[in-house]
């Protein structure tokens, strides 16, 4: 399959690591253990976007990797509240913990269908202007209370 801009989907994946990691370094300039803070990275990346990724892979498949990462976060975290709602309202929080190999099998198996979709990178100035949006935000914002 052509890929326009030569984004790989194992180039997206190590952008994805990078920000995962950068997301995990940040609170640690804060106070927080490096362990705890990896620990709030994997989770994201476990609960949050697998999830999100795998209900993308199932319904729509967007070309804009920069969509599609936007997409995959949005909707893990609406497929987390919904999972955490059914846990409770069934009375089986205990399910929470089945998401993420729910998502990694949901995910498996849209394998190919994944994988005939393109992606397309985003262009370098609107990298560099969400690069200056997450700055600024990180810059501005301080956890309340680092030992939390």
Same mark, same amino acid.
């Given at each position: 399959m052509d890929r326009p801009h030569g984004l790989?989907?194992?180039?997206? %994946? =190590? @952008?994805? &690591? =990078?920000?995962? @990691?950068a997301l995990a370094a940040w609170p640690v300039c804060f106070g927080w253990s490096a362990a705890h803070a990896l620990g709030t990275s994997a989770f994201l990346a476990l609960f949050v976007w697998l999830p999100g990724r795998a209900l993308l892979a199932?319904?729509?498949?967007?070309?804009?990797?920069?969509?599609?990462? %936007? *997409?995959?976060?949005a909707a893990g975290c609406a497929v987390l509240c919904l999972w955490f709602f059914v846990g409770c309202? %069934?009375?089986?929080? &205990?399910?929470?913990? @089945?998401l993420p190999p729910v998502a990694g099998l949901a995910l498996f198996l849209a394998r190919g269908r994944a994988a005939n979709t393109a992606w397309r990178a985003p262009e370098a100035r609107? *990298?560099?202007l969400l690069a200056l949006v997450l700055v600024l935000t990180l810059v501005r914002s301080r956890p309340d209370r680092p030992d939390e």
């Open positions: 790989t989907p194992r180039a997206w %994946f =190590v @952008l994805l &690591a =990078v920000f995962l @990691l199932w319904s729509v498949l967007p070309e804009d990797a920069l969509e599609r990462a %936007f *997409l995959s976060w309202v %069934f009375d089986v929080r &205990a399910i929470t913990w @089945l609107v *990298l560099w």
